[in-house]
């Protein structure tokens, strides 16, 4: 819960007030009073009486009721502290910078708990501790800097890592990106940032609220709760990036030791990003880009013109667009040449548009005017401009402010010039522009942006055998499925299987061939990896060979029996799916055999899976052609794998044991697509 009084204090007390700032009580100090806060404002620290100017006293006992209360002391000092603020001065926000608490082990994760339960008994807030504050449009509760002005229309930041909140400040204030709400939430012993995330959405105003949220993660302790305030939030219009840390095991060691926190899974994280419509960031100065480009109108198509003086920043920034799937066309025809003869001799239209280092601010004018009026198969320009420092450019900094002011298409700004055009790069921003610096990685980004899709919509599922399914769990122990019950439990789903029977004897054998007929396959029962032990045997077409198969199978270690199968043909398609601890299950779907084996070629999506994003996942597929159907060969029918991922979706929602299920593979082609191998492991 966070409450008025974390957002719109009346009064705040430091606890551990200095006039030393250097020290973080001395520090948020100063930025309050330097930032103007409105209220009033009380120190505790029993060797002053007073800091900075304002009243401080030597202990809580002493002060009058207080609305928010900011903490810089040793850990061992915090309960009795926050017993007097809560209970007997009628606190409800706290702010608690102090380490040493669930980051440290047991001891300090008892802790911990004990200050949550004194906040929570009087039905406040508390952010933190490890943390390094709040700002709001009221303070600026924080300790550690760059400290960004505030602007109702910034950027909304959480982080769980107070010194990458600060970095991720450092790399964007001098590109022009403006913040609002920020907050540190250290080891989100009570708020964390599925809190931030729905005080957000519950709060969202249309016209009132930011509609560009950043945030940087270690835990997703609530990924249901992550999902429905994140997808709400982008449904209203917000944009939100995001870095989720922690990905490896070595990564998830560093996150624990820092926050007390645990990594989920990186493929789960990734699925619930796509579900919710984030954008997923692996480093600051992607979040940062990424927060920019937001603040620009958003592309309407995924054609550039990449404008430039400087012929190589202009190839590197096509050649980039170009490999993640953008077009830079080719301009030609009149209104090409007529756009050329207003240039210097030696300028290039054809895309990139060079107009070369001598190029005045009024021959890109020119140019802008030309892909606003003249070119329809061009939807945004990215103009890269910098300059040599022999003379100013602020004609054409200006310029580029009229054209973004007032253009249709997008223009996006690369100034690369930082040392050597600040002051004229300062002077842009201070119009309310963001700039970038490289262009790689502006076009990397740019990349990734345009293809973001909505939020997928809340799945449809079919209607299963949900008894029969029950059943056939209740009456199975813990693990893998015997073959019969496999193929029943996906029957009660509603998917297709081959014929087959499960034989013990060379008899029965023979029995079962009559009934299923020839070709067919034998596969060892008994053994999990049935195939990397020879125990799979296809093109059985005779009584003579099944004999002959039958005993070199029934008689491998192991081997509790002999699986016959129909031999099908067609594509090997495998779906499968596993359970991550919180995110519940994770689908995954993509060609059997080989490209799943070598080439791991494999899309996830986070259950239920609906239809939107059961397409997604398939057309993601880097195989995706071959299902299609390519020179002349057979495809699989798409609309089959999507109806078999929504039935194994809808399995795994009605029977949550399932904690591992494999069909690898099913056979498919253009009229079918039948399940030939499962495993399914239960818990």
Known sequence: MITKELLDPESIVIVGASNDTSKPGGKVLYNILKNNFAGKIFGVNPKEREVQGVPCFANCNLIPEVSL??????????????????????????????????????????????????VNDVGGTLVGPNCIGVITGTYKGVFAGPIPAYDPKGCDCVSASGA????????????????????????????????????????????????????????????????????????????????????????????????????????AVSALFRKAGIIRCYSRVELVYVAAIFTIPPLKGDRIAVITHAGGPGVMLTDILVKNGMKVPQLQGDKAAMLLSKLYPGSTVSNPIDFLATGTAEQLGEI????????????????????????????????????????????????????????????????????????????YVLSRVNKMKPPFPEAVLPKIQQAKAIEIIDQSPKGYLQPGQVFELLQSAGIATVAQAVVTSKEEALLSANELGFPLVLKVSGILHKSDSGGVVPGITSFQ?????????????????????????????????????????????????????????????????????????IRHLRSYPLIKGIRGK????????????????????????????????????????????ARICIS
């Open 164 to 267: 990458t909140m600060v970095y991720i400040l450092e790399m964007a204030i001098p590109r022009g990106l403006k913040f609002r709400d920020i907050f540190s939430v250290g080891n989100s012993a009570q708020v964390g940032v599925e809190d931030v995330l729905q005080y957000w959405d519950e709060t969202f105003d249309e016209k009132r609220s930011s509609k560009i949220k950043l945030l940087y993660m270690e835990q997703i302790t609530d990924p249901k709760r992550f999902l429905k305030h994140a997808r709400s939030l982008v449904n209203k219009g917000c944009r939100i990036a995001a870095i989720k840390s922690g990905n490896t095991e070595a990564g998830s060691r560093a996150v624990s030791s820092h926050t007390g926190a645990l990594a989920g899974s990186n493929s």
């Open 368 to 443: 802008l005017d030309a892909v606003e009026n003249d070119f329809e198969e061009i939807d945004a320009a990215v103009v890269v401009f910098g300059t040599t420092g022999m003379w100013s450019v602020d004609d054409v900094y200006m310029l580029l402010h009229e054209k973004m002011r007032t253009s249709r298409k997008p223009i996006f700004p690369i100034l690369p010039s930082a040392i050597q055009a600040a002051e004229e790069v300062s002077h842009f921003q201070s119009m309310g522009h963001v700039n970038f610096t490289d262009e790689v990685s502006f076009g």
């Open 69 to 118: 209360a900011i903490i810089a002391i040793p850990a061992n000092q915090v309960e009795a502290v926050m017993r007097i603020l809560a209970y007997e001065k009628k606190c409800k926000a706290f702010i608690l910078f102090s380490a040493g608490f669930s980051e440290t082990g047991a001891e300090g994760k008892c802790l911990e708990k004990r200050c949550v339960k004194i």
């Open 634 to 677: 057979e495809g699989v029918n798409e609309e089959l794998i999507v109806d078999a991922i929504l039935k194994i979706s809808a399995l795994l929602q009605m029977v949550p044991e399932i904690t591992e299920m494999d069909i690898n593979p099913f056979i498919g082609n253009s009229t079918s697509l039948i399940a030939v191998d």
């Open 545 to 617: 060979l099944l004999e002959t198969v039958f005993e070199k199978l029934i008689a491998m270690p192991g081997a509790n029996g002999v699986i016959m199968q129909q031999q099908l043909t067609g594509s090997e398609i495998y779906v499968g799916a596993k359970a991550e601890d919180k995110f519940g299950h994770q689908v995954l779907c993509g060609l059997g055999g080989i490209f799943i084996e070598v080439f791991k070629d494999i899309s996830s999506g986070l259950a239920p899976v609906g239809r939107d994003e059961a397409i997604s996942m």
